[in-house]
T-cell receptor
Framework: DAGVTQSPTHLIKTRGQQVTLRCSPK?????VSWYQQALGQGPQFIFQ???????QRGNFPDRFSGHQFPNYSSELNVNALLLGDSALYLC??????????????FGPGTRLLVL | GEDVEQSLFLSVREGDSSVINCTYT??????LYWYKQEPGAGLQLLTY?????DMKQDQRLTVLLNKKDKHLSLRIADTQTGDSAIYFC??????????FGAGTRLFVKA
């Protein structure tokens, strides 16, 4: 049973560019959440997708957008990159059961460096 | 707003017990988690407890929840050098998003 997978593992971009990160959830999971983990900090919630719609969003600007596909995989897009966007981007998947989210499992992350 | 607080550092000797503490503000959280992160790696789910439980034991790990004080702790028995890592307390469920603490860096001295 494959866990949560993310691609690419590492990425280097320059300021102003755009980036797309990808996530495949654990088998049987229908919900994908994205988190940003800056160096030395805990992960910060960006947003969550369920049934191909953004269900909840954290305190991130509109430059951060996402998408969920019918197979439950997801993309995170960041436009107009800033130096401060350099971080580890983590994807987590879970499933909705009886109206509540079961525990979520994290992927290995994509490390983004903005120069 | 929602917040999770943890002490930043803990140092123990190999073989001793480690206790990592956490306090949180969101009383609606239904899941309370402990994650482990090793250098350069993603998050590994260690254990979690439901908000209607007081304690959960899983091999060397014991989680205690004091819901009245909104206090969560993780005890690692017989701590080994391989336990050196960053441990994150997190709360979630119900409202769907998960709020993380800043992490406690555990150093295990041989």
């Amino acid at each position: 049973d494959a866990g949560v997978t993310q691609s690419p593992t590492h990425l280097i971009k320059t300021r102003g560019q755009q980036v797309t990160l990808r996530c495949s959830p654990k088998s049987g999971h229908d919900t994908v959440s994205w988190y940003q983990q800056a160096l030395g900090q805990g992960p910060q919630f960006i947003f969550q997708y369920y049934e191909e719609e953004e269900r909840q969003r954290g305190n991130f600007p509109d430059r951060f957008s996402g998408h969920q596909f019918p197979n439950y995989s997801s993309e995170l897009n960041v436009n107009a990159l800033l130096l401060g966007d350099s971080a580890l981007y983590l994807c987590a998947s879970s499933r909705l059961l009886a109206g509540d989210q079961e525990t979520q499992y994290f992927g290995p992350g994509t490390r983004l460096l903005v120069l | 707003g929602e917040d999770v607080e943890q002490s930043l550092f803990l140092s123990v000797r190999e073989g001793d017990s480690s206790v990592i503490n956490c306090t949180y503000t969101d009383s609606s959280s239904t899941y309370l988690y402990w994650y482990k992160q090793e250098p350069g790696a993603g998050l590994q789910l260690l254990t979690y407890i439901f908000s209607n439980m007081d304690m959960k034991q899983d091999q060397r790990l014991t989680v205690l929840l004091n819901k009245k004080d909104k206090h969560l702790s993780l005890r690692i028995a017989d701590t080994q050098t391989g336990d050196s890592a960053i441990y994150f307390c997190a709360v979630g469920g119900g409202g769907f998003k998960t709020i993380f603490g800043a992490g406690t860096r555990l150093f295990v001295k041989a």
